[in-house]
């Protein structure tokens, strides 16, 4: 059994929270079974969980949250985000002198349990913000101590568990309604605050200043590694090699069978076993993998697959997933013939290629330290491996293949997106590199609005994936027709003025303030009385809109 204390509020850097780790725990495929018991929720708290949630509802057998709504705890909106979502709810509440409060969130699966306890409720700012505490304990179905505490939680609260406790009631839009109208849940945008004359009268008093909060904009829910069971560090080295390989499966079998005839070991080879080369083997694999050792990525996976007992803290499973993710790299790069290995994040979450090019972004702010886990010589060297590009193109890069003089104004476009705010530079700019710049995002525009003809006749289109890309980074594929329509509301707001002053639109001779317009008038008179183009419907029927007199 791993026991772990859970606190959050205290460091606003801490990404280590409840909700983080619910969210976590929602999306790892070993638990099949959710059980939460939480004195009070809100709407932002319970819609942070919703995505999770609703994944691990495809493959959960039992997905249950019983709740309280004592002392109007619970918001009316955050029912309705369980009914929304359907949600499988219970409401506990009683007419007695006493309220439901506990917090406890039980996972359940076919090899591992993780039981959380603590002061968290079903709140955004109890999962991520508050001074929070909480015990998280990770055992396997195999360890009797871990066994035992579910079989109390699951004897003391069975009349809730099995839903016969006359105080329970399933959450439904009908039941909702009552609860509503005797009072028991409102709107959350009825739950108090402090006033802004009682922070001041505190501020007055020098007492209770406020405190830098975990910035849940820019957290990214669901990455932790969660721990599992110890090991004790070894100090000595030792790699996998080739003569490693042709033994494995050899003694890999050794060890199941071993697991299989020592079922309250859970994995772990005893010091005092009589099959020495066993325990020698597997003593190795340990340090191998828990000390970042070169070992093959199908072996990594066959241990996890059969819960081999890794070391806690180690991030195993997020080496295993960094491996899986680099090789789905490697193969993009090999696929598209690329002399470099990036792919661009998109917000697209419905991209092929999303989650990679989301994985590549996050590998630049691991490097550089903005973001956990600690970025490792292994991964450096593996990236540089296959090119990976850190910044933008540089010398290092030889050839000039069309993708990767794309990219290399993309990245430049990126820069100039980071210096000035926008991704649409112009292409009469004073500095000839932006003005370059701004031509090739005018290529970019022709080639997506219109496409580009070859000499052969073939139709070149710019790439839905790149140009999800160019989006994402704020490219106006329409700049030149929004700017066209912004000149015209221009026009039309001194044209309306105008008709307001002069009604029979004459105006008055010598009355300057309106001649540009005027000769704007004759102008769109002239070019666009008899368009009937689809690319010229707009201005017509905007112009028809306001009543323009085309006579």
């Known amino acids: 059994m791993q026991g772990n204390f859970i606190g959050h509020g205290l460091d606003p850097k801490n990404e280590n929270t409840v909700g983080n780790i619910l969210v976590t725990s929602f999306g790892e495929n070993k638990f099949d079974s959710f059980t939460g018991l939480i004195a009070f929720a809100s709407y932002a708290g319970v819609n942070k969980l919703v995505p999770s949630i609703n994944i691990a509802k495809k493959k ?63 709140t955004s700012s109890g999962l991520f913000i508050n001074v929070e505490g909480a015990i998280s304990l990770n055992f396997r179905t195999s ?116 697991k299989k005839n020592n079922p309250k070991s859970g994995g772990v080879v005893k010091k005092d076993t009589d099959d020495r080369t066993l325990f020698t083997w597997f003593r190795n694999i340990k340090y191998l993998i828990n000390n970042n050792r070169e070992i093959p990525l199908f072996i990594m996976q066959q241990l996890e697959e059969s819960d081999f007992p890794f070391e806690d803290g180690k991030l195993v499973k997020s080496r295993i997933r960094w491996k899986e993710r680099f090789e789905d790299l490697v193969a993009y790069k090999t696929k598209h013939k690329m002399d470099f290995a990036h792919i ?82 112009s292409q009469i700019d004073k500095d000839l590199e932006i003005k370059k710049l701004g031509k090739w995002v005018n290529d970019q525009r022709t080639l997506r609005n219109t496409g580009r003809k070859k000499a052969n006749g073939e139709i070149i289109k710019l790439t839905k994936e790149r140009e999800e890309w160019l989006i994402d980074l704020g490219v106006d594929f329409d700049y030149q027709l929004n700017i066209r329509k912004a000149n015209l509301e221009k026009f039309i707001a001194t044209y309306l003025e105008f008709k307001k002053e002069y009604p029979d639109g004459k105006g008055v001779r010598g009355d300057i303030r309106f001649s540009k317009m005027l000769e704007i008038k004759a102008s769109i008179k002239y070019n666009y009385k008899d368009d009937k183009s689809e690319e010229g419907k707009w201005r017509i029927d905007r112009l028809n809109e306001i009543g323009f007199d085309w006579t």
């Open 60 to 122: 959960y057998k039992k997905l249950n949250f019983f709740i309280g709504v004592d002392d109007n705890g619970t918001s009316k909106d955050a029912l309705q985000e369980l009914i929304r979502n359907e949600i499988e709810t219970y409401i506990f509440h009683t007419q007695s002198a006493m309220i439901f409060h506990p917090k406890i969130f039980l996972f359940e699966g076919k090899n591992w349990n993780r039981l959380i306890i603590g002061s968290t409720n079903l």
């Open 344 to 425: 661009p994040q998109t917000k697209n979450q419905n991209s092929p290629n999303y989650s990679l090019g989301t994985w590549c972004a996050l590998q630049k702010l691991r490097r550089k330290g903005i973001r956990p886990p600690i970025w490792t010589e292994y991964e450096e060297q593996k990236m540089n491996e296959i090119n990976f590009l850190w910044e933008t193109f540089g010398s290092k890069i030889s050839g000039t293949p069309l993708d990767r003089k794309w990219f290399e104004n993309y990245f430049k476009l990126e820069e100039y997106k980071t210096k000035t705010g926008n991704a649409n530079p």
């Open 143 to 258: 360890d009797a101590q871990g066994i035992k505490i579910i079989n109390q939680f699951k004897l003391y609260f069975e009349d809730l568990l099995n839903k016969t406790h006359q105080n329970i009631e399933k959450l439904t839009t009908e039941f909702l309604e009552i609860l509503i109208s005797q009072g028991l849940v409102i709107k959350e945008i009825n739950t108090r605050f402090k006033s802004d004359e009682e922070i001041e009268n505190l501020e007055n008093l020098e007492l209770f200043p406020e405190m830098e909060k975990l910035n849940l904009k820019n957290l990214e829910l669901g990455n932790l590694d969660l721990p599992e069971e110890l090991e004790n560090d070894r100090d000595y080295d030792i790699q996998f090699t080739a003569n490693s390989l042709e033994k494995f499966p050899i003694l890999f079998e050794r060890w199941k069978e071993y």
